[in-house]
C-alpha cells in the first residue's frame, strides 16, 4: 500500500519472551521513526534512522530495546525479555527526511505482556 | 526539561461550535510545531503545521496561533463535526540539527456532542 505499514497489529505474550515488531516506511522515505503510546498517554520517542547515518537511539528505555533498519527500509524493532510495562501501542513513521515536515505514522502494533 | 504540554486533557462541545485546544511548551529553542489528530485505533495524522516566523496559519477549518512570547501554541477547529472526535496531540521541533525528532504532549480528547 501507499501507507506506512506495521506487524504484527496485536501481539500478545508472556513475560520474559523476546517479541519483533516489523515496519515498512512508504518507499522513498529516507527517515524512520519509533514511538511508543502507553494507554492514554502522548508519543514517547524511541529511536530514529535517517539515511545511512547513525541512529539516535537516545530514547530506547532500556538495554532489552534495539532496532534496526535494512538496507534504508524495512525496519524492526525488538524487545527482549519483555515485561508487563512494555505493554503499549508501538507506532512506527516515516518521512522525507527534511528539517521539518511531516511524519507519516502506521497504524501501531499493540504489544501485550501477561 | 523540556517539554510539550497541554492545558486542557478533555474537551467536550457541541456539533457546529468551534473548539480551541491549547498547548504549552517549555523549549524555547523550539521552531517548528505541528498538530496531529489521532483516531482511536488508528495511528496519528498531520493536521497543520507552523514555523516559529509565523504567528498564524490556516487551513481547512482549522487554524493554528503560535504565542512565542508565552510559549503557547492552540488549534482552532471552526465548526466542530462529529468526525473531528479524536485525540489532538502538538508536536515541537527545534530545527538546525542533524536530527529531526519531534517531541509530543499528552493529548487531549475532543468529544464532539451531536
Known amino acids: 500500500g501507499a501507507g506506512v505499514s506495521q506487524s504484527p497489529s496485536n501481539k500478545v505474550t508472556e513475560k520474559g519472551k523476546d517479541v519483533e515488531l516489523r515496519c515498512d516506511p512508504i518507499?522513498?522515505?529516507?527517515?524512520l521513526y519509533w514511538y511508543r503510546q502507553s494507554l492514554g498517554q502522548g508519543l514517547e520517542f524511541l529511536i530514529y534512522?535517517?539515511?545511512?547515518?547513525?541512529?539516535?537511539k537516545s530514547g530506547l528505555p532500556s538495554d532489552r530495546f534495539s532496532a534496526e533498519r535494512t538496507g534504508g527500509s524495512v525496519s524492526t524493532l525488538t524487545i527482549q525479555r519483555t515485561q508487563q510495562e512494555d505493554s503499549a501501542v508501538y507506532l512506527c513513521?516515516?518521512?522525507?527526511?527534511?528539517?521539518?515536515?511531516?511524519?507519516?505514522f502506521g497504524e501501531g502494533s499493540r504489544l501485550t505482556v501477561l | 526539561g523540556e517539554s510539550v504540554g497541554l492545558h486542557l486533557p478533555t474537551l467536550s462541545v457541541q456539533e457546529g461550535d468551534n473548539s480551541i485546544i491549547n498547548c504549552a511548551y517549555s523549549n524555547s529553542a523550539s521552531d517548528y510545531f505541528i498538530w496531529y489528530k489521532q483516531e482511536s485505533g488508528k495511528g496519528p495524522q498531520f493536521i497543520i503545521d507552523i514555523r516559529s516566523n509565523m504567528d498564524k496559519r490556516q487551513g481547512q477549518r482549522v487554524t493554528v496561533l503560535l504565542n512565542k512570547t508565552v510559549k503557547h501554541l492552540s488549534l482552532q477547529i471552526a465548526a466542530t463535526q462529529p468526525g473531528d472526535s479524536a485525540v489532538y496531540f502538538c508536536?515541537?521541533?527545534?530545527?538546525?540539527?542533524?536530527?529531526?525528532?519531534?517531541?509530543f504532549g499528552k493529548g487531549t480528547l475532543l468529544t464532539v456532542n451531536p
Open positions: 518507499s522513498g522515505h529516507t527517515a
Open positions: 508536536a515541537e521541533n527545534k530545527s538546525g540539527g542533524s536530527n529531526y525528532k519531534l517531541t
Open positions: 534512522f535517517q539515511g545511512n547515518s547513525a541512529p539516535d
Open positions: 513513521a516515516s518521512s522525507l527526511g527534511r528539517v521539518t515536515g511531516e511524519l507519516f
